[in-house]
Nanobody, 124 residues
Framework: QVQLVESGGGLVQPGGSLRLSCAAS????????MGWFRQVPGKEREFVAA???????YYSHSVTGRFTASRDNAKNTVYLQMNSLKPEDTAVYYC??????????????????WGQGTQVTVSS
């Protein structure tokens, strides 16, 4: 069992930055791929980024070059550094833990554990 708690969301102006954190419980954290997803009302949850236990990272096209996922296995924490934020990045951001393969890391059903989400609002 893994419990996940996100933090770091908030209100930021366009072009600004935020860093999300996701603290995990459980001794097997280092074995999981950690994913970041986001969701706006009325839309499906969409993939943002993932970082495997090998620290290989994957990103959606919309955030490539702006967002960076990282992890600190000693602290059982994963991070999402978000730069050059745009209004369309506004969403509830969720972290998730799972064991997807390299071909389905962007599928929500591959992740067994989810956090409660943190709101990110990009607005002037």
């Amino acid at each position: 069992q893994v419990q996940l708690v996100e933090s770091g969301g908030g209100l930021v102006q366009p072009g600004g930055s935020l860093r999300l954190s996701c603290a995990a419980s459980g001794r097997t954290f280092s074995l999981y791929t950690m994913g970041w997803f986001r969701q706006v009302p009325g839309k499906e949850r969409e993939f943002v980024a993932a970082i495997a236990w090998t620290e290989i990272t994957y990103y959606s096209h919309s955030v490539t070059g702006r967002f960076t996922a990282s992890r600190d296995n000693a602290k059982n924490t994963v991070y999402l550094q978000m730069n050059s934020l745009k209004p369309e990045d506004t969403a509830v951001y969720y972290c998730a833990a799972g064991q997807p393969s390299y071909i389905n890391y962007d599928e929500t059903k591959r992740y067994a554990y989810w956090g409660q989400g943190t709101q990110v609002t990009v607005s002037s």
